[in-house]
C-alpha cells in the first residue's frame, strides 16, 4: 500500500524537522524578548485603566484581577517551558497511538506478504498461458489478444485508467500519512513564534480570548498527530485484516499453473477486481485522512463555540 522509498524519505525529513524544531526554540526565546516589553507596557495600561475606573466608579480595588498581568508575564518570561507543558499533554496520546500501530505491523506485514506471493503466482502463471498461446499461433507477444480483451479500446482505457488511479491513489495516501507529521512541526514552530506577542496582546481590551485562541489551536495542532496516527491503525487493521486476505482467497482459489483459457479470463477479472476494491479503499483511508482536521476540533473545542451552541 505504501511506497517505502517515498516512505524512507519522509521518514527522513520528519526527522530533519524535529531538529529544526529544536533549533527554533532558540529563536522563540529571541522574539520572546520583545514581547516581554511590550507586555510590560500593556500590563502597566492594564493596571492602570483598572485602578482608574475602580477609583472613579467607587467601588473597592480588585487586587486579584489585577494580578492577571503579572500571570501573563511569566508565562511570557517562561514561554518554552510553558510550549513543552502543552507538549507533554498530547504526548500520552501520542505514545498510545504509535503503540497501537506497532502492535498490528506484523499481522500487516504477513498479511500483505501472503497476498504478494499468491499475487506473484497468478502472475507467473498468466505470463505462461501467454507463452504458450505464441508458441502455438507462432506470433509476436505484443500482438497476442485474448478474447477478454476483445470487447474493445474502451474497456482496455477503463482498466489502464484505474490501474493509474490506484497508483494515483496509493501515491496520495502515502504522502497523507507523513503530511500532518510534517505540518505539526511546522505549524508549530509558527505558533511557538508568534505565541509571546498572543499572550502581551490579550492584555488590551478586546483581545482577552487570546490565550485562549492560542492554546486551542495549538492543541489542535498538535492533536493531528495521534489522530493521523490513530487513522493508520484502523487503515492498518482493515487492509491486514479484511482487504489483503479477501485478495489472497480471490487468488488461492485458482490453480498455481497450467492455466486454460477459462482460467486466464478469471484470473484477468480477479486482478480487475482487486484494482478495483484497492482503490475503494484507498478513497476511504483518503476520506478519513482528510477529516482529521476535523476530528481535532470535535475533540478540542473553545468554550465561546461550546456556549453559543
Known sequence: MLNSSMA?????????????????????????????????????????????????????????????????????????GFVALLGLSIYPIELATKSLNSAVQTNYQQAQQEYQQASNTMRNAMAAYQRTQVEQEEVDVDQVTTEAEQGGNYLHLFKTSVHLLVSFSSLVLTGMVYFFRIFVVLATIVLSLIGPFAFALSLLPGFENNIRNWMVHYLRIAMYVPLSLLVSFVVV???????????????????????????????????????????????????????????????????????AK
Open 237 to 307: 487493521v482493515l487492509f491486514s485484516g479484511c482487504v489483503y486476505p479477501y485478495f489472497t482467497q480471490l487468488i488461492t482459489a485458482l490453480p498455481s499453473a497450467n492455466y486454460t483459457f477459462a482460467h486466464y479470463e478469471t484470473a484477468q477479472n480477479v486482478g480487475f477486481s482487486i484494482q478495483l476494491i484497492t482503490l475503494l479503499f484507498n478513497c476511504i483511508a483518503i476520506a478519513l485522512y482528510a477529516c482529521i482536521p476535523t476530528f481535532s476540533t470535535w475533540i478540542i473545542r473553545s468554550e465561546s463555540k461550546t456556549n
Open 8 to 80: 524512507a524519505l519522509a521518514a527522513s525529513l520528519s526527522q530533519q524537522l524535529m531538529q529544526v524544531k529544536e533549533l527554533a526554540q532558540e529563536y522563540v526565546a529571541a522574539l520572546a524578548v520583545p514581547a516581554q516589553l511590550l507586555c510590560g507596557l500593556f500590563a502597566f495600561i492594564y493596571i492602570g485603566v483598572g485602578l482608574w475606573g475602580q477609583w472613579a466608579r467607587g467601588q473597592k480595588i480588585d487586587f486579584y484581577g489585577l494580578l492577571r498581568p503579572f500571570a501573563v508575564g511569566l508565562v511570557v518570561l517562561f514561554f518554552s
